[in-house]
């Protein structure tokens, strides 16, 4: 079988399981390539969408959005080829020298920092969180003190201690957000949410 | 709370949630670490050991083990200082342009290219495989034909196509591994195993 003959017998497998579930179009997408990456069906229920969350990172995307990550795990994951085809890019600062010497002095974490590097960047952003709940509390602040005003933010971090209350920020908040309720996610959830945009534009769209 | 911090708090509560549950020495940190990397409990029950793959991987990495992966996501994510503390390396030939035109040429993935090519390395081989079961259907082949005796498979990925069978195929097998049954599984769920069995050697052998 070749690989997209696989991918589409997947997700056709997983519609299949999903059963009568269904979910507004655009999200169905997200959530499938979710479980996709993950084979975890729990993500039917715990990604928590804005309204309008993924028309707004479509239009994000489809004029050269700066996709932020908070691990180069992330990084790694998202469709470079797919971003750059639209005339975006995907950037990490986590093994930025400055960024370490700033958290370091400061005694905050480097994915804080990390936020505050990024909230300076020009352009659309979409910020890409699978690790670090003190990123999205950091991002909160900075949302919070009009230093940014992300197109999108991806609240996925994986964990025990402060996950769960980090993404529940920004839960019902003003800032269109894709989050992951409860403790799981990771930045292969992360890189999946931003591949199933990037893909139903290109797919959709023609870009 | 500082970093070190949080995960310590994070394995109290993955061990407390255990409650009953025991692991053999060794196996403990790998069960937890991957716990730790995807709050999914179910892996407690899906991976599969075999004997005293834990002592002789920890064996192949304090000689200077090279770590094969099938993704560069699962290559981000191992701790490469910790690797390169002990004079180890982590591989991924997924992007090579040689491995691209053979399996072009050949009509086979890149992944089970990709193993073809790792096969060839001295030393030490730890493969890490997260992503394709073509991979580790190729390196099954590998192994049967002589063409490599790695020192562990991680065999680990995830999906719904052929991802149970070949993980199957090294279930009771002469080589050693870590399984993980069943449909779950991942590039994060790979570069955690490679990193708890790296930290456990850091922390029980003074590297």
Redesign the interface.
């Known amino acids: 079988?070749r690989?997209q003959d696989?991918e589409k017998?997947?997700f056709a497998?997983?519609t299949a399981e999903l059963g009568e579930r269904t979910f507004p179009d655009g999200e169905s997408e997200v959530v499938k390539r979710v479980i996709?990456?993950?084979?975890?069906f729990d993500y039917a229920d715990s990604l928590a969408f804005s309204p309008g969350a993924v028309g707004q990172a479509r239009e994000a995307l489809a004029s050269g959005a700066t996709v932020v990550t908070d691990?180069?795990?992330a990084?790694?994951?998202v469709n470079k080829g797919a971003l750059q085809a639209l005339g975006g890019r995907a950037v990490c600062y986590m093994a930025d020298g400055a960024v370490a010497r700033a958290a370091g002095a400061r005694g905050v974490?480097r994915a804080a920092v990390s936020m505050e590097y990024a909230a300076l960047l020009d352009g659309p952003l979409i910020f890409a969180v699978g690790n670090a709940p003190t990123a999205l509390i950091r991002l909160h602040e900075l949302i919070a003190e009009g230093a940014v005003s992300p197109a999108l933010v991806i609240g996925v971090p994986?964990?025990?201690?402060?996950?769960v209350e980090a993404k529940e920020l920004f839960i019902g908040g003003q800032t269109p957000y894709i989050i992951a309720r409860?403790?799981?996610?990771?930045?292969?959830v992360a890189?999946a949410i931003v591949n199933a945009l990037l893909y139903q534009l290109i797919e959709r769209e023609g870009f």
């Open positions: 079988m690989p696989i017998r997947s497998i997983i996709h990456t993950t084979a975890d691990t180069n795990m990084l790694a994951g974490t994986v964990g025990f201690v402060n996950v409860g403790r799981k996610g990771g930045s292969n890189a």
